[in-house]
């Protein structure tokens, strides 16, 4: 075989060498490209791994119930406020709802026969329908009885013509002690006498000085506690005396 021979058959075997490389190649390129891709979905696990956490915080939304449970014990107390207004009404309802409870507003007077001072005869509230009456149990030892008899003597005087009567009933002391106290405070509208607490105990008038206003027709429309000013005074005359201005 001559040398150009053997060269030609060098570069055929060389060609069919390189022709195989390059088919063993072609057949180990893909699966290497196959396994390139199969890191993508490594990369891509971390987004179900994160998307995995969203389970977690929606696993409170049926724990929700839970956080919802606060609403109905909320919604509890709101008995507790209504509850409480029942017995009080209302911050507005309680004081209406309680004095009128206090001082019978809306009820016929309750019966009243009293004597009446320096001159023993009866005084009836039953024989003074027909009149606005102020009724007033007191006794001498009370402040503020002090300050609110004189401020009565002056209403009884001023609202006379229009039929107001005005009485004070003094509760379990003797009749010579009162008198004394009468004059000293310059009272002139009849007072009536309750020495062993019989009226008193009737009326339920146990705090002392206490107030009621008896309209004409017997009914009582207002009432109040003893230690009170001209405004409170002319706020019960006003509720029994219709279409007559009363200032403090």
Not at 155 to 160: F, L, S
Request: aromatic share 6%.
């Amino acid at each position: 075989m001559g040398p150009r021979t053997t060269v030609a058959v060098g570069l055929v075997a060389g060609v069919v060498t390189a022709g195989l490389l390059f088919a063993a190649l072609l057949l180990v390129v893909p699966p290497l490209g196959e396994a390139g891709a199969s890191p993508s979905p490594s990369p891509a696990s971390p987004s179900p791994s994160p998307a995995s956490p969203s389970p977690s915080p929606a696993s409170p939304s049926p724990a929700s119930p839970s956080p919802a449970s606060p609403s109905p014990s909320p919604a509890n107390p709101s008995p507790g406020p209504s509850a409480s207004a029942s017995p009080s009404a209302g911050p507005s309802s309680t004081p209406s709802a309680t004095v009128a409870t206090i001082f019978h507003i809306g009820e016929t007077a309750p019966p009243l026969v009293v004597e009446e001072l320096g001159t023993g005869t009866p005084i009836d509230l039953a024989s003074l329908r027909g009149k606005p009456v102020w009724l007033n149990f007191m006794a001498t030892w009370c402040p503020p009885c002090r300050d609110e008899l004189p401020l009565m003597t002056g209403y009884a005087a001023r609202y006379a013509d229009d039929g107001l009567v005005v009485l004070a009933v003094d509760v379990r002391e003797a009749d010579s002690v009162v008198a004394a106290y009468m004059t000293s405070v310059g009272v002139t509208f009849p007072v009536g006498l309750d020495p062993d607490g019989t009226a008193q105990a009737g009326w339920g008038a146990y705090a002392l000085p206490v107030h009621y206003w008896i309209d004409a027709s017997g009914v009582i429309r207002d009432g109040a506690l003893g230690g009170i000013g001209p405004d409170i005074m002319a706020r019960g005359l006003g509720s029994i005396l219709p279409g007559v201005t009363v200032s403090p």
